[in-house]
C-alpha cells in the first residue's frame, strides 16, 4: 500500500495483529517518507534505518508467534533529549553530538519493551531550551508542513513535524513549559502534557519538577494509546503514581463539566484575532454538548518578577545541564543562547534559584486558585501563527514568552492539559486551543478531548506533502 501513513496509529495496530500488513512494510514505508522528505523537514537528527528494520523483524516474528505487546511493530520516534541504548543522543547540541548511551531513559525502556520500532532520534533546540527547534547538529530547522517557511515551535518541534508530514504514526515528546503543546498546534496534532508524575521523571534531579513527557499524534485515541505504556511509574519516583486503569478504555467517558475560559495573554500586547477565534468556536461547541462554559479574568499576569523568575529558572536548568554532562570543555560549541543562559546560570546564586522557584510556585498557585470551582480552563495554546523561520534574532526570551505565554503555568502548577487542533486560518497555517485539567484527572480530560474530536471540532486536513 502507498498510503499505509494514512492509516492512524491505532489502525495500523488493528492491522498487524490481523496480519493485513507487517511491521517491515510500515517502517520500510516510513523511511522511505523520511527519505523522501525530511531534507525539507528537519523533522529528524538521527535516522536508524538498519536498526530499525530489524527490530521490525523481530516484531513481526513475535506478532507470527501471537504476542499481543500494545505497541508492537508499529514504528516510533524519540525526542532527541531522552538517552537511547545504542542510538546517539545529542540533546540537541553540538557539543553532545557524537553521544552514544548505553541505557534507555525509563520511558523509552517502556516505549520498547511494548514493541515499539525506534525509527530514529528526531529534531530538538540545544537542552530544549527554546520554543522553536534549531541546533547546529543538523543544517534544517524544523518547519511544519503546513507552511515550511515557518518553525513547527518546539522544543518537540521534530517530533510534530514527523507526525504531521506522515514520517511517524505517533512520537514521543516533552514538555517543560508548552513543548509538547505548541508544536502540536502548528502540526495540526493532538498533544497531550500529562499530571506530573504520570509518566516518570525518575530519578528526580529537583523537587522542582517543571517537565514531563508525553505523545503527538494525530488522535486522541493514537496519542491514549502511546499514553497507556508510557504512564507507569519508576521505581524510587518521589511524585510517581498510576491511573490504575486504561485510558483509551475512558474515552467514550461522558459528564457535563463546568469550563472557565480566558484570551487575555497577561502581558502588554494584543491577543491574536484567531487565537481568541479558536476558543470562542470551541466554547460554542462545548456548550452544544452539554457542558457550561464561563469567562472567567485571567488569574495571573505576566509581571516583571515572575518573567525574570521564568528566565533564571530556564538559566539554571541549562547550567544544570551543562555541569551534569560535563561540557565545560566544550562551551564552545553551544549555541548564543545557550552561552547567554549559562552566563546567567554562573551569575545566580543558591538564593536567587530558590526565590525564582518561589515566585514561579505562587503564579501558578493563584491559577489553580481561580479554577479551583472548574473542572477543565480554556485558553488559547499558542498567541498567534506559526512564526517564520529567523524569527529569532536575539531577543528569544521575550518573543518566545510573547507567542507561548498561555502554556507555562500548567507545567508549574503539575496539571494535565492538551492542545487539539482548532481551524486553519486563510494563509492555510494550523491554530489549536488549549484545554487544562485538575490534577491526576487526565482521563476526565482525554475523555473531553475525544468528546470534541467526535463532534468534529477540527477535521483531519494534511499538508502538501502527504500525498507526496
Not at 538498519?50 to 513475535?62: G, N
Not at 515528546?173 to 509538547?180: E, F
Not at 498567534?384 to 507545567?411: I, K, Q
Request: charged share 20%; proline share 6%.
Amino acid at each position: 500500500m502507498s498510503d499505509l501513513h494514512s492509516l492512524t496509529a491505532a489502525q495500523q495496530l488493528r492491522s498487524l495483529r490481523a496480519k493485513e500488513v507487517s511491521s517491515r512494510e510500515l517502517t520500510e514505508h516510513y523511511l522511505a517518507r523520511i527519505d523522501r522528505l525530511d531534507a525539507e523537514l528537519g523533522a529528524f537528527i538521527t535516522v536508524t534505518a538498519d536498526q530499525a528494520l530489524e527490530e521490525a523483524d523481530r516484531a513481526d516474528a513475535r506478532l507470527a508467534a501471537g504476542e499481543q505487546s500494545p505497541l508492537l511493530g508499529l514504528p516510533l520516534g524519540i525526542k532527541d533529549l531522552a538517552a537511547t541504548a545504542g542510538i546517539r543522543t545529542t540533546f540537541g547540541s553540538a557539543a553532545m553530538a557524537e553521544f552514544v548511551p548505553d541505557e534507555d531513559s525509563w520511558t523509552v525502556g517502556l516505549l520498547r519493551q511494548a514493541g515499539a520500532v525506534v525509527l530514529g532520534k528526531t529534531n530538538t533546540p540545544e537542552f530544549g531550551s527554546t520554543c522553536f527547534t534549531e541546533n547546529d547538529v543538523i543544517p534544517r530547522p524544523s518547519v511544519t508542513p503546513y507552511g515550511t517557511d515557518r518553525y513547527s515551535s518546539g522544543s518537540s518541534g521534530g517530533a510534530a513535524t514527523a507526525v504531521a508530514a506522515g514520517l511517524l504514526p505517533v512520537a514521543h515528546g516533552s514538555d517543560g513549559a508548552g513543548s509538547i503543546r505548541t508544536p502540536a498546534a502548528t502540526c495540526h496534532l493532538v498533544g497531550v502534557k500529562p499530571s506530573r508524575g504520570l509518566v516518570s521523571s525518575a530519578p528526580a534531579s529537583s523537587f522542582f519538577v517543571a517537565s514531563t513527557e508525553g505523545p503527538l499524534a494525530r488522535t486522541v485515541e493514537d496519542a491514549a494509546l502511546v499514553l497507556d505504556v508510557m504512564a507507569r511509574p519508576a521505581p524510587g519516583d518521589i511524585y510517581g503514581w498510576s491511573q490504575g486503569s486504561s485510558f483509551s478504555a475512558a474515552l467514550g467517558l461522558r459528564r457535563s463539566l463546568k469550563i472557565a475560559m480566558w484570551t487575555d495573554t497577561g502581558l502588554d500586547q494584543d491577543v491574536d484575532p484567531q487565537s481568541v477565534l479558536a476558543v470562542q468556536r470551541t466554547a460554542r461547541l462545548l456548550v452544544e454538548l452539554g457542558h457550561e462554559v464561563r469567562e472567567i479574568p485571567l488569574p495571573a499576569r505576566w509581571d516583571e518578577p515572575t518573567r525574570k523568575a521564568m528566565v533564571d529558572w530556564f538559566a539554571y536548568s541549562v547550567g544544570a545541564a551543562v555541569q551534569a554532562m560535563e561540557l565545560t570543555d566544550r562551551t564552545h560549541l553551544l549555541s548564543s543562547y545557550s552561552k547567554q543562559l549559562l552566563t546567567m546560570s554562573d551569575a545566580l546564586s543558591a538564593s536567587d534559584v530558590v526565590t525564582a522557584q518561589a515566585l514561579l510556585a505562587r503564579y501558578a498557585s493563584t491559577f489553580l486558585a481561580a479554577v479551583d470551582d472548574y473542572d477543565v480552563a480554556l485558553t488559547p495554546t499558542t498567541n498567534g501563527a506559526p512564526v517564520p523561520v529567523g524569527y529569532y534574532d536575539g531577543d528569544e526570551a521575550d518573543r518566545m514568552l510573547r507567542w507561548s505565554c498561555h502554556t507555562p503555568w500548567v507545567n508549574l502548577a503539575g496539571v494535565p492539559a492538551v492542545s487539539l487542533p482548532s481551524h486553519v486560518d486563510d494563509e492555510g497555517l494550523p491554530r489549536g486551543v488549549h484545554l487544562v485539567g485538575r490534577s491526576r484527572r487526565d482521563a476526565d480530560l482525554l475523555a473531553l478531548a475525544a468528546q470534541l474530536e467526535s463532534a468534529a471540532l477540527w477535521s483531519e486536513l494534511h499538508p502538501p506533502c502527504w500525498d507526496r
